[in-house]
T-cell receptor, first 113, second 114 residues
């Protein structure tokens, strides 16, 4: 069966510090990978998606970047965090079937102080 | 531009009652309409989904009603239970290149009281 792991689960970082959130998927090959951000009381905002190694598309211009160094690994990064980067970050994957079925990780709660 | 509008923002229902959450979309290119359930501190999980060529889909106590002409769809939770207390997101997706682009509603926080 497929599983998705995301870490760290909780992170408190000062403004201006770097960020690295990591996500790995097991049990599937060539997944589409996604990073979403969920602000308090709001919906899910798509930040990045990837259809293959090294292929990253950005949905929203921001202080963040993403990389996919391996087929089942997706990393969200920032060189200098802003207060507005606080939120709940969710990694997700989908298969090749053309549906809207996303499988989410447990999320990473980022607080920037 | 918000492409999927969801209401209400919050909902309180008595145990055993019916919970109803409504969504409306604008883009007729959407071809798949999933609902996700999210418990506090967890990632969303797919609950039930429907394609636009079907007017209703039922899975256990959960039913999606779909009105293509009105571009609206809704989730009905029959015999609501305290364990159903969660945030529910409707979504709409369409093919875009090599992946399905999923647009989410803003969520409905459901509380089922005993």
């Amino acid at each position: 069966s497929q599983t998705i792991h995301q870490w760290p689960a909780t992170l408190v970082q000062p403004v201006g510090s770097p960020l690295s959130l990591e996500c790995t998927v097991e049990g599937t090959s060539n997944p589409n990978l996604y990073w979403y951000r969920q602000a308090a009381g709001r919906g899910l905002q798509l930040l990045f998606y990837s259809v293959g190694i090294g292929q990253i598309s950005s949905e929203v211009p921001q202080n963040l970047s993403a990389s996919r160094p391996q087929d089942r690994q997706f990393i969200l990064s920032s060189k200098k965090l802003l207060l507005s980067d606080s939120g709940f970050y969710l990694c997700a994957w989908s298969g090749i079937a053309r549906t809207g079925e996303l499988f989410f990780g447990e999320g990473s709660r980022l607080t920037v102080l | 531009q918000q492409q999927v509008k969801q209401s209400p923002q919050s909902l309180i229902v008595q145990k055993g009652g019916i919970s109803i959450i409504n969504c409306a979309y604008e883009n007729t290119a959407f071809d798949y309409f999933p609902w996700y359930q999210q418990f506090p501190g967890k990632g969303p999980a797919l609950l039930i989904a429907i394609r636009p060529d079907v007017s209703e889909k039922k899975e256990g106590r959960f039913t999606i009603s779909f009105n293509k002409s009105a571009k609206q769809f809704s989730l009905h939770i029959m015999d609501s239970q305290p364990g159903d207390s969660a945030t529910y997101f409707c979504a709409a997706s369409k093919g875009s290149g090599g992946y399905q682009k999923v647009t989410f509603g803003t969520g409905t926080k459901l509380q089922v009281i005993p």
